[in-house]
């Protein structure tokens, strides 16, 4: 049998113990603790050795934990601060307050009554303060009762060590007992070495062809921006240019100028973000109020009653890029235009599977003269079709500032059609005001259902954690599907 010349050496200074940990085999061997275990692993393949491996875990006390050593945890050191009594607006002037009175609730130690805090006589102490003070005096514990409380608190941190056991087995006993050559090996020729024809008569290091090499990992585009910049370049490649533009929007933009009435339910808290600030209306808002009440100089009814200005001026976390498509048209009012948008867009969603409060959507428009519905499916099936959905069809669809609108769809093997955002021809209530007189194709979708759908993800938040091991084994497509 061929053995390395580390292999030999780790026989050798396993030979007098029979058994030894790998960072004193290190100390013996004159290398790193690390390297014995690599040789120990390629020694066991061949039968020689024995690896142990030992995981343990050990909680040592975080930068918070600490301020408490020799205290007591917070509710614990405010239980102790008073008598049998105390008024809650006294007691919430203490400077743990806000984290110990909720756990002394928590653990029956108190009551509340009428604004007076009183003990229950129940304050024995818990698993989680017996573990505290372990740690507290020893510097770490071990995993026990009480552990995980403290964990989830965020005063203790997990320590991993793991250890490495080699032992000798028989059959390398055998081979030990036959005597080793420990002649150093030639693992790297030099020019001369190889001109002179000296290499032939050195002990050249054996390579095991059939092994696999350590596995390396380069750096790496994370896999959902891979198809944000796709599809920009896709974009790009279909005459497109880019608009940008702030995550925070007034009302104005976000909503009225769509034609979005002001009662609308989008509009409501529970569904948007709305923040304190509020932006002054631009120069001409007075048409955009005039489409809402009355129709403006269109044929069109509007909405009726009063547009308040106030509603209009209140800003939002922008709820689509759609805002960006009609500043950009109000500032290019002649065509053409052909431009598009990727950005991130907030709503007041519950966090599930598929919803998020925040997300990306992309947003393209393109005003020409003579352009109509048949131009707008084309352009959706060509940018579908070159991110790899060769079936798209489309439904009829409503959208408050689209007319006609449509929903188109893809087809996904296993899952059937799937509907990949909205899109139609700007309502003439929506260009109108802003002096358009061409027609407007519009249409936005939403980034993260396409992303799921070509990664094949079934949670929408795996999207965005900071899971480095799928970032590493999902594959970089070399280009579009």
């Not at 080699?166 to 005597?179: C, E, K, M, N, P």
């Amino acid at each position: 049998m061929e053995l390395t010349l580390n292999e030999k050496k780790l026989l050798v200074a396993l030979g007098p113990v029979g058994s030894a940990d790998a960072a004193d085999l290190a100390d013996l061997m004159e290398t790193r603790r690390e390297a014995v275990v690599q040789y120990a692993n390629l020694a066991g393949e061949r039968g020689l050795v024995d690896v142990e491996k030992r995981v343990s875990r050990r909680y040592t006390p975080t930068e918070e934990g600490q301020a408490y050593i020799g205290k007591g945890l917070p509710e614990r050191q405010v239980l102790e601060s008073f008598g049998e009594t105390i008024p809650m607006r006294d007691l919430q002037s203490h400077p743990l307050a806000k984290i110990a009175i909720g756990w002394m609730r928590k653990k029956n130690w108190i009551a509340i009554k009428d604004g007076v805090v009183q003990k229950t006589g129940t304050t024995a102490p818990g698993p989680d303060e017996v573990a505290f003070a372990r740690a507290s005096e020893s510097g770490s514990v071990e995993d026990g009762v009480g552990v995980a409380d403290l964990i989830k608190r965020g005063l203790v941190q997990e320590e991993e060590t793991v250890a490495y056991t080699v032992s000798i087995t028989s059959f390398g006993r055998q081979l030990l007992a036959g005597g080793l050559d420990l002649q150093e090996e030639v693992g790297t020729l030099t020019r001369d070495q190889i001109l002179s024809g000296a290499w032939k008569n050195l002990p050249l290091r054996r390579y095991d062809v059939t092994k696999l090499p350590k596995r390396a990992y380069p750096g790496k585009v994370h896999p959902y921006q891979r198809i944000i910049d796709e599809m920009r370049r896709i974009l790009f490649d279909m005459g497109f240019e880019e608009m940008a533009g702030g995550i925070v929007q007034s009302s104005f933009w976000n909503f009225d100028a769509l034609f979005q009435p002001q009662d609308h339910p989008a509009r409501e808290m529970q569904d948007t973000f709305f923040l304190g600030e509020r932006w002054p209306l631009p120069k001409g808002f007075e048409r955009v109020r005039d489409m809402h009440e009355h129709g403006g100089e269109t044929s069109s009814t509007g909405w009726g009653g009063a547009w308040s200005a106030a509603k209009a001026e209140q800003c939002v976390l922008r709820t689509h890029t759609t805002s960006l498509s009609i500043q950009h048209l109000a500032e290019h009012p002649k065509p053409p235009v052909k431009a598009f948008c990727i950005g991130r867009v907030y709503r007041r969603e519950a966090i599930d599977p598929t919803h998020l409060a925040e997300f990306e959507q992309l947003e393209g428009i393109v005003m020409d003269e003579d352009v109509n519905f048949r131009h707008l499916l084309g352009f959706l099936k060509e940018f579908y079709g070159k991110m790899g959905f060769e079936k798209v069809r489309f439904r009829p669809g409503y959208f408050p500032y689209t007319e006609p609108s449509v929903e188109p769809e893809v087809y996904v093997e296993g899952l059937g059609w799937v509907e990949l955002g909205g899109s139609g021809i700007f309502r003439q209530e929506v260009t109108a005001p802003f002096g358009i007189d061409y027609p407007v194709l519009a249409w936005g979708l939403g980034i993260s259902r396409v992303a799921m759908l070509r990664l094949g993800l079934r949670d929408l938040r795996q999207l965005y954690k900071s899971d480095v091991e799928w970032v590493r084994e999902t594959p970089t497509y070399g280009g579009r599907r």
